[in-house]
């Protein structure tokens, strides 16, 4: 792939697994950290990645995508491009609860989110749209400015389901279909209009099916 002009990789790399207070939590714009186990993951994601040619970086600012994206920086020469629209979706009035108090408070299945998300269900959080308008120009600019090139995308399990979906043609809604885990990596491959997952939810850290 390296050095061919008609087609762009991307890496869509999720952060490691948080603390351990914020699991089954609606974190979103929380600035949490990595646990333990989080930078381990993260190390052996960068490890998966060593003999990767990547030509540019770019993260999301939040604190658990920079430590995430730490490792394998240290192993690429490109400095990384943070870039605030890869920011996680803000859940608004579900912020910091678990799923249970979601369904206790609103009457609403957590497990449907992105359907809520998609249908501006989920009082003071990003609808659908807007999470789109900020999210794709972001992504626009990152494939004009890698054409035929690879780069890694470090960021949050909403925002790479958002960027599947634009690439993909398909509503938010349906990318609940592709499980996207702590520390893994997808991979979609663009040649002008076609675009293919070469990989989806791969996780280096685990141990072999």
């Known amino acids: 792939m390296k050095g ?17 207070r914020y699991h089954r939590i609606f974190g979103g714009r929380i600035d949490m950290e990595l646990s333990a186990l989080g930078h381990e993951q993260a190390h052996r994601l960068a490890e998966s990645l060593a003999k990767t040619h990547l030509d540019a970086l770019y993260v999301s600012p ?3 995508a920079r430590q995430t994206l730490a490792p394998l920086a240290r192993q690429h020469r490109p400095a990384a491009q943070v870039s ?5 979706i803000d859940f608004g009035a579900w912020t910091g609860l678990g799923w249970d108090h979601v369904t206790e408070r609103f009457g609403k299945s957590p497990f449907n ?14 609808n659908g749209t807007q999470f789109r308008a900020r999210v794709e120009p972001c992504l626009q600019r990152i494939l004009n400015e890698n054409t035929g090139r690879q780069a ?3 960021c949050h399990g909403g925002v790479i389901r958002m960027i599947l979906s634009i690439l993909l043609n398909l509503p938010i809604s349906k990318m609940s279909c592709f499980e996207i885990d702590y520390a893994s990596i997808s991979v979609v491959e663009i040649a002008g209009d076609r675009k293919e997952i070469q990989f989806l939810n791969l996780t280096p850290w685990q141990e072999p099916l």
């Open 152 to 154: 890694a995308i470090v």
């Open 113 to 126: 989110w992105l359907h809520h998300i998609e249908h501006d269900e989920i009082p003071e959080a990003e």
């Open 84 to 88: 605030e629209e890869l920011r996680e």
């Open 4 to 20: 061919d002009p008609n087609r762009t990789r991307l890496y869509l790399i999720r952060h490691g697994e948080v603390e351990a």
């Open 62 to 64: 939040m604190i658990r």
